[in-house]
């Protein structure tokens, strides 16, 4: 390969102004847009030479024949470029969004004679006004049903309300008190319209306003005795109330701002957007994005709030995210210049904002699991992973069972070694075996025993295999049994091994494969930094593209399997003081738990002076001291 891409520019026919560029391949396909401060300064790290390039990156400048880019007079000009360049040409290389579902919206006609509200999923009705998105079709129906008993507003269609100002004859909604417009014969267009900006304005947060207005109409009233207008306050007042009461108060009662939580790992992130006008949240909104090229946390956002402000969308005062972009004040011109007044894009670290934050976090991260656990359970996505990694791997069969191996230790020291299995692309946790590696220089050294040790197995009599033992999950509650069954015999190979790592433990997973006379087994490795996959003799590796399922499984088995080395890990940790612990006289099961839930660590505890091991309740003096000494002296 190369180190310098043909169609790199001549040295100074960049330009070092502000811009957007593209990368087309040789269809004239845009495979990537981006924008820059200096456009010279971000291109050239590009064409930077190809083995110091991101494995990812590589693979998209390799895959472009040339590269295009526009100056533009701002860097407020350059984020508007990008984001109607992204929205046109869907560029295979930018971030994918892929949302949960269509979420349905309350929508408010601003545009018609005698605006009207209605449920809908389209988001391009002229000059309407927007409220959610609503998690439900229910919820948007059940709030419109309290709204309008405040604030009585068109509800019928276009075709109803024609005909009824037609013909003089209230509309069908309108006779069964459904609809308050002026196809109902209660009120003129003009007080309609005057109660539509009502409505509005209450949804935009303005709840309080109302209820202390309405609060003291009705005192008014009440002391007036015109009981009949006071009543009437009182159910209004009722139905405000009961749409404020499904929504707590989550932020002060004047705050308008849509909040972002993110959570993401190396191939996807997903997006919670809290949508909060009057401090309460008024729509939530959840976003799944696939990530093709490595992407900083800050980017991220970036594209995040680019995506989420479109056209046509309510932009509030305040944007609320887990790290401020790059180019933040930039953002923040593009964002006043929709909304027309000022837009304060801030990170939120304390108080209220904080919790809030906090708590839309954990909603992407579940919404992160949901999506991968999805993605698990999908039997055509899974058959489309081994079809995948057969041809991307060059194998003769489609990888029906696949084993990975993790070498896992703490500095050098208690060096354990993981075995998972999985058959189908589904894990088989009965099959799972741990190694403990007495003698080891490196990383690759203990790959290459371990290797060496499981495919012996292969070549032993069925007979002479030693039977197993009861096998438990290292995560399940202490005790429980997981299987009864016997572990299987290792005497069934699998079509391809995996290894946790780069080109070292691939190279010396090989070597095992060949002492062992088993090159027919299909080996890679893929290496965490940057995902990519590597086979044992090439100086670069396969890159599969990051929305595949074929690299999706890949990366399962290798958290899989390092999850259960750290597991078999903390056992023995705990089994090893537990033993060490047994030989101190007087110190039984009971007195050992509760030093250890104590200090919380077994390094606490050994750092600890005989005086800070009295404090234990149960503990005295002298077996303090006993313990103290029996710890420093190991």
């Given at each position: ?489 290792f005497s069934y190979p699998p079509q391809l091994l995996l290894v946790d790592g780069g080109k070292p433990q691939v190279e010396a997973a090989a070597r095992a494969l060949r002492d062992s006379g088993h090159t027919e087994i299909g080996l890679c490795g893929i ?25 999706y499984l890949l990366q399962r088995l290798r958290d899989e399997a390092h999850r259960f080395a750290i597991s078999h890990q903390r056992r ?63």
């Open positions: 390969m190369a180190d310098v891409l043909p169609y790199k520019p001549k040295q100074g026919e960049i330009p070092t102004a502000p811009g957007v560029y593209r990368f087309l391949d040789a269809q004239g396909r845009v495979l990537y847009v981006g924008k820059a401060k200096n456009l010279r300064q971000r291109l050239s790290n590009y064409f930077a030479p190809l083995r110091t390039l991101h494995e990812r990156t590589r693979r998209m400048v390799t895959t472009a024949a040339s590269v295009e880019w526009t100056v533009v007079p701002t860097d407020v000009d350059s984020l508007q470029l990008e984001y109607m360049w992204i929205k046109e040409f869907d560029p295979p290389f930018n971030v994918r969004y892929k949302d949960d579902k269509s979420y349905p919206f309350m929508a408010v006609t601003l545009g018609d004679e005698a605006p009207r509200v209605l449920v809908t999923r389209n988001r391009k009705i002229p000059r309407a006004r927007y409220f959610g998105p609503y998690p439900k079709v229910w919820a948007v129906h059940e709030t419109i049903d309290l709204m309008i008993k405040a604030f009585p507003i068109r509800t019928c269609s276009d075709a109803s309300y024609k005909r009824a100002m037609a013909t003089g004859r209230p509309c069908f909604p309108g006779q069964i008190g459904k609809c308050g417009g002026p196809c109902s014969m209660k009120v003129t267009i003009e007080e309609h319209r005057a109660m539509v900006d009502d409505f509005v304005a209450f949804m935009a947060g303005g709840d309080e306003r109302f209820t202390k207005e309405l609060t003291r109409r009705m005192q008014s009233a009440s002391a007036a005795m015109d009981y009949e207008a006071a009543a009437k306050y009182r159910d209004q007042l009722a139905s405000i109330e009961a749409v404020l009461g499904k929504s707590a108060l989550v932020l002060p009662s004047d705050e308008d701002a849509d909040l972002f939580g993110i959570a993401e790992d190396e191939l996807a992130a997903t997006v919670q957007h809290f949508s909060i006008r009057g401090g309460r949240v008024r729509g939530v909104r959840a976003t799944t994005i696939e990530k093709e090229l490595d992407i900083s946390g800050s980017d991220l956002v970036d594209q995040v709030l680019q995506r989420a402000y479109g056209e046509g969308v309510d932009i509030p005062r305040r944007v609320l995210v887990p790290a401020l972009p790059d180019d933040a004040a930039e953002l923040e011109e593009w964002l006043r210049e929709r909304r027309g007044r000022r837009v304060e894009i801030a990170v939120a670290q304390r108080g209220q904002r904080a919790e809030l934050m906090r708590n839309a976090t954990l909603n992407a991260q579940q919404a992160l699991i949901r999506h991968k656990t999805r993605r698990t359970g999908d039997y055509v996505a899974r058959t489309q992973a081994l079809t995948d990694l057969q041809e991307a791997l060059d194998l003769e069969s489609a990888p029906l069972r696949i084993e990975c191996f993790d070498i896992s230790h703490l500095g050098g020291t208690n060096v354990v070694a993981s075995m998972v299995v999985f058959e189908d692309g589904l894990p088989r946790k009965d099959q799972y075996r741990s190694f403990n590696i007495a003698e080891t220089t490196d990383d690759t050294d203990s790959m290459y025993q371990v290797l060496t040790r499981r495919l012996a197995y292969l070549d032993r009599p069925e007979e002479a295999e030693p039977e197993g033992e009861v096998l438990t999950d290292p995560l399940a509650p202490e005790g429980e049994v997981v299987s009864t069954r016997r572990k299987p015999r290496a965490k930094r940057l995902e990519e996959v590597w086979l044992p003799g090439e100086d670069f590796p396969v890159i599969l593209p990051r929305t595949s399922e074929s690299l023995r940790r705990r089994r090893d003081i537990g033993t060490v612990l047994e030989e101190i006289p007087g110190l039984g099961a009971s007195r050992i738990k509760t030093l250890l839930r104590h200090f919380g660590s077994v390094s606490a505890l050994k750092g600890a002076s005989s005086e800070q091991i009295q404090e234990v309740p149960g503990i005295g003096p002298a077996l303090a001291l006993s313990i103290h000494s029996h710890l420093a002296s190991r």
